[in-house]
């Protein structure tokens, strides 16, 4: 990709900082079977960002340098007109954006005011000949690229790119797509051959935040081997296209709204019938239960990061196997391990499982392995509810003795390993597998009455995530490295997502300002962050 085009995805995604054919609504260009879409309201996001990009000073060189490479007044006068206004040069960039894929090609859409201003922009920063660009009914297309497409007219934009092509697997993929046919069609067509025909996709809208996403599963089973790069399905792939067909029916919407001290998260399930709704929430029943959380107990301090989720061992055994990767999983395991002896494992998981990377960190000592990066070596803790823990315990004996590996038996069920002067603890505690370098985690397991800071998260929930980012300041101090990041990190807190049993959940990220907008509060630590690298950069 040449430098100018390099400059026009540089502008396209500035145009979102600084601010709808025959169908004037921007999402009608967007196809029916589109898998992916990320909505962005950038006009909520100009508002609640309260920040002006180009008036970074390390930004403000970066646009004076392109001016001297314009050497045309005009060109330079239409610069001048967009840093003033985002909507001067044609595209209603202080309006919504849409990103979208249905895994033949990239998409972005956006609406227009003027489709002269669109042209003459293009040509007059020289990011395409005049010449190539085509007009018929009314739709321009231009391609900067052999494998992408820019179209317009006087209600909407739109930009494509051939995935296989943009790849390198054009010619696995047959006949590359006539991207400049497709684009008119798209820009043409109303809603009845657009993904606003998609009943989900409509109830999706409804909810809309800052920044939207919606995933749907529909066909994706169908277009697996193309997804992997491949003409055709492997036996690798038949699996995966397996389980892309029990949800087929399934779509998932995530909305991100930014807030005063806090950006929030909401995740929702929408279902083409109540067949598919039925189907999907029977096969997580058979998966998951909700989170006992006894293990969380241990844990007393803040984690940088913790992921707990209840699993159903018997019925994630049945269904990975009816899928085919109990086979898969079999045929790739080393000569030393006996298929029988994984298969029992995986049936005995029956409660929950944790893993986590706690806010302690393991001693420095001489020899460690994250010596020469100016960190000690992270503490982390993994637990596993077993039917049987003392078959895993067996196992792994017998595969340290294989390796050579030395360990310490500290009682029955407990056992130390010490590598690069680090204490690894494992065993049983209870029906309870662990493995942790954190020595309080593991005293924390012999004691009684401990009180689960946890309880009000977990309650109801068949999955959750949780930390606090604060932890990684002590990481950033300690190393030159990553010392720019602190400041842009001390806003950042704790951060929680929990989901119930049908995956439908809400998070939060809290900032450290409580007053003011958390959009704001972060465009003015990227604003510094900009300009550290901008000083970085000018010694």
Known sequence: ??????????????????????????????????????CVDAKSLVTKSEYDIFANPMIQQAVSMYKVTLKDEAAIKLLDGFLSDANSLGVNLKNDLYFYTNYKVYGVVVGVNNADKVKDALVKFSLVQEADIKKEGGIYTVAPEPQSCLAWNGNKLLLLVDIASAYGNGTEAGEPLNLAELAKTQLKQGADKSINSNGAFAEFLKSKKDLSTFFSMKGLDKSLPDLAGLAK???????????????????????????????????????????????????LS??????????????????????????????????????????????????????????????????????????????????????DMGAPTPEFVFFADLSNPSEVIDFIKLQLTSGEMKYTELSPTNFKISSNNVDVYWGANGKTFFFTNNEIVYNNMKASNLTNNYSAVIKDKSIVMFGDLQVLQSYTANNIAFQAFGPFLSEFGKYEFASTSDLTGVGRLELATKDKNSLAVICKQLDQLISSFGGLLGR
């Not at 990709?1 to 009608?28: E, H, Q, R």
């Not at 792939?237 to 998260?265: C, H, M, Q, R």
């Not at 209840?310 to 994630?316: I, R």
């Open 286 to 371: 058979q998966l998951s239960g909700n989170i006992k959380g006894d293990q969380l107990k241990y844990i007393t301090s803040e984690p940088l990061f913790l992921a707990s989720a209840n699993v159903k061992g018997e019925g994630a055994y049945s269904y990975l196997e009816k899928l085919g990767f109990i086979e898969l999983l079999t045929k790739e395991l080393p000569e030393s391990v006996e298929p029988d002896e994984i298969q029992k494992i995986l049936k005995d998981l029956n409660g929950d499982i944790t893993l986590a990377i706690t806010s302690k960190t393991a001693t420095k000592k001489q020899d460690d392995i994250f010596s």
């Open 1 to 38: 990709m040449t430098g100018k085009n390099i400059f026009f995805v540089i502008v396209m995604t500035l145009f979102v900082f600084a601010s709808c054919s025959d169908s004037k609504d921007p999402i009608d260009a967007i196809p029916a079977d589109a898998n992916y879409v990320v």
């Open 233 to 283: 399905a492997t036996e690798v792939t038949i699996p995966f296209k397996k389980f892309l067909s029990d949800i087929d029916g399934v779509s998932t919407g995530i909305y991100t709204s930014f807030e005063n001290g806090e950006v929030k998260f909401e995740n929702k399930y929408f279902y083409e019938n109540a067949e598919a709704e039925k189907k999907f929430k029977d096969l």
